[in-house]
């Protein structure tokens, strides 16, 4: 058994950006991963400003070498293909990143325990831990083999994180194969991910009004694409061997290390029902030219493909001691399928409210705090949201983004720029420029959705 003033579920975006703002603020936290880093995940690797902004927050070094910056992005769709560069905003950098979260994840996670943060990798957890009242009050856990040796074990020790580098290897000499274990914290924060395990524990089940998209990727080494300035995306794919557009867009993404990141993402479409990605992409992949390397030679790894939750499609977002955030929230934007910069951005709220909530006494008043989360996530994004869940259902599940990324819009920079800055959420509040202005008060016109409590 093992105590904390917080446990973070999941060391992804989420839980490594709510574990280390919650140790920033001097809380005790423990941050418990099943698997062991470094390791895969299936994304794209895109990130736009809103998810450097997230990084600088948390202190990541993205001079260092491994990042890779894009200017932008460029839209391909039928003959056209323009670029348009990330705008210069107060509130954000003027440039993106990619980096594989082979890499990314690992360093994330670095930060937090370097921040005061207990890692514990090869822990599962299998359940809330809950009081006679219902209230969570921890996790129950298989707990792996050894902890030693790890990545994170060696960047604590490196870091001189003698807590940390000691409880590793104590974890390490205790752990057997899963071996059950149980952990306690008077607030818990899922960041488990897509499958949700804790949330659909306490009974919180995803909207089934919401979309879930899927997205496949692959890697191919690309000498010739892999130092691009841009962020390519291409709206004009079809089901393979039809007409049909795809309710879903294709993204190539510069690695800088001689390869690119290669995949295609797609709602369910309305009539014709899920995509075979797989099918798609080989499609797609046909039409490029034969010098990018786009072709099964050159590819890294298999196809591998995962479910998107968007849109805000969990609810409550706080319940009887557990905060969701990221995916598990199911917190994925449904404009443009984009989802760790939502993730980190959660993780620092829920941090910020848990850490407010451990100054108070146990009760009404801390009780207040933690219900406050789900309020503030709705006024950061509830009514983008839900213009995005109306745009995802009236439109992109229909004819992808072929209807907005028609020629007038292509031939014109301001509406471009505009939708551009629509997609990935990057305005300035209060407005500065016309763009801002028209975007926000769109926005704001929306009726933010109830909070929904529990
Ligand atoms: C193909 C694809 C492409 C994508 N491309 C992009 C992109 O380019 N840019 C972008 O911003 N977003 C992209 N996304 C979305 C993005 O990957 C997710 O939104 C993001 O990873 C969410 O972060 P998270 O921390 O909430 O969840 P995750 O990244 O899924 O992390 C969850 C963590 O919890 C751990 N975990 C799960 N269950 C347990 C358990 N029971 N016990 C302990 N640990 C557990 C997992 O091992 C994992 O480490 C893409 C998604 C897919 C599928």
Redesign the pocket.
């Known amino acids: 058994m093992d105590e904390a003033e917080v446990i973070v579920?999941?060391?992804?975006?989420?839980?490594?950006?709510a574990a280390y703002h919650l140790a920033t603020a001097g809380v005790d936290v423990l941050l418990?991963?099943?698997?062991r880093f470094p390791?895969e995940?299936?994304?794209?690797?895109?990130?736009?400003p809103r998810?450097v902004r997230q990084l600088i927050r948390m202190g990541v070094d993205i001079k260092a070498p491994g990042w890779t910056r894009s200017r932008g992005m460029r839209w391909v769709a039928g003959e056209h293909r323009v670029h348009i560069d990330w705008p210069a905003l107060g509130g954000y950098p003027d440039f993106g990143l990619?980096r594989s979260?082979h890499d990314f994840?690992d360093i994330l996670a670095r930060r937090a325990v370097a921040a005061g943060a207990r890692l514990r990798e090869g822990?599962?957890?299998?359940g809330p831990l809950t009081d006679r009242a219902g209230r969570v009050i921890g996790?129950t856990?298989a707990a792996g083999t050894t902890a030693a040796g790890t990545a994170a074990g060696a960047a604590a020790r490196e870091a001189g994180a003698a807590r940390e580098a000691g409880a590793a290897a104590e974890a390490g000499a205790a752990a057997g194969a899963g071996k059950p274990a149980v952990y306690r914290a008077p607030i818990v924060i899922a960041?488990?991910?897509?499958?949700a395990?804790?949330a659909l524990a306490l009974g919180l089940r995803r909207d089934p009004d919401r979309q879930i998209?899927?997205?496949?990727?692959r890697y191919y080494r690309s000498p010739e694409r892999s130092q691009d300035e841009y962020?390519e995306l291409w709206a004009d794919l079809r089901y393979a061997g039809t007409d049909r557009y795809l309710p879903g867009y294709g993204?190539i993404?510069p690695m800088g290390d001689g390869r690119v990141?290669v995949?295609l993402?797609a709602l369910p479409h309305r009539r014709y029902g899920n995509a075979d990605l797989r099918a798609a992409l080989d499609h797609w992949l046909a039409r490029t030219p034969h010098a990018w390397g786009l072709r099964d030679e050159n590819a890294e790894g298999p196809v591998?493909?995962?479910?998107?939750?968007l849109g805000l499609n969990r609810h409550p977002l706080y319940t009887r001691g557990l905060l969701l955030?990221?995916?598990?929230?199911g917190?994925?934007?449904p404009w443009n399928?984009?989802?760790?910069?939502?993730?980190?951005e959660?993780?620092e709220v829920a941090a910020e409210r848990a850490a407010l909530a451990l100054a108070l006494p146990a009760g009404p008043g801390r009780e207040r705090v933690l219900r406050d989360y789900p309020v503030e996530m709705n006024r950061r994004w509830g009514r983008y949201y839900r213009l995005g869940n109306a745009a995802a259902d009236v439109v992109f599940s229909r004819s992808g983004f072929q209807p907005v990324l028609n020629r007038y819009v292509m031939g014109s920079p301001f509406l471009l720029k505009a939708l551009a800055r629509l997609l990935s959420n990057l305005t300035d509040t209060p407005s500065r420029d016309m763009t801002d202005h028209l975007l926000n008060t769109v926005v704001r016109l929306v009726p933010a959705p109830p909070v929904r409590r529990r």
Do not use: H, Y
């Open positions: 579920v999941g060391a992804g975006p989420a839980g490594s950006a418990l991963e099943k698997t390791r995940k299936v994304c794209g690797d895109g990130l736009t998810a990619s979260r994840d822990v599962k957890v299998t996790v856990a960041a488990d991910g897509a499958s395990r804790l998209a899927t997205a496949a990727r962020l993204w993404f990141n995949g993402g591998r493909s995962a479910a998107l939750p955030v990221g995916d598990s929230g917190m994925i934007s399928g984009e989802g760790i910069a939502q993730a980190m959660a993780g």
